[in-house]
């Protein structure tokens, strides 16, 4: 099974940026879709961003649209989650997420999961 640690989580003013990053052990990383989903206080785990395994093609919800870029790295089993123009309620904690297929992960049917990091946006 593929295991998961994410790094990167901290605490930054709204309107500022960071870097996520989910390293993945295994030799099958490149053929799975990868994801992140976030958890916020108070509320339920929500789908944020994937990246499927193959071409590469990358899904946002809506509310990170034009501010959070997902990449993947196959030859370091990494994904990469860039976050722009941070605001309050993207605050939680952010998951990493592996599934065979991005509609899979979408719909929370993941393989496996990371620990999580926490990212906190004050206002």
């Known amino acids: 099974q593929v295991q998961l640690a994410e790094s990167g989580g901290g605490l930054v003013q709204a309107g500022g940026s960071l870097r996520l990053s989910c390293a993945a052990s295994?030799?099958?990383?490149?053929?799975?879709?990868m994801g992140w989903f976030r958890q916020g206080p108070g509320k339920e785990r929500e789908f944020v961003t994937a990246?499927?395994?193959?071409?590469?093609?990358?899904y946002y919800t809506d509310s990170v649209k034009g501010r959070f870029t997902i990449s993947r790295d196959s030859a370091k089993n990494t994904v990469v989650l860039e976050m722009n123009s941070l605001k309050p309620e993207d605050t939680g904690v952010y998951s990493c997420?592996?599934?065979?297929?991005?509609?899979?992960?979408?719909?929370?049917?993941?393989?496996?999961w990371g620990q999580g990091t926490q990212v906190t946006v004050s206002s």
């Open positions: 295994g030799r099958t990383f490149s053929t799975y879709a």
């Open positions: 990246i499927s395994s193959r071409s590469g093609n990358k």
């Open positions: 997420a592996l599934s065979p297929t991005v509609a899979l992960l979408q719909r929370g049917d993941v393989s496996s």
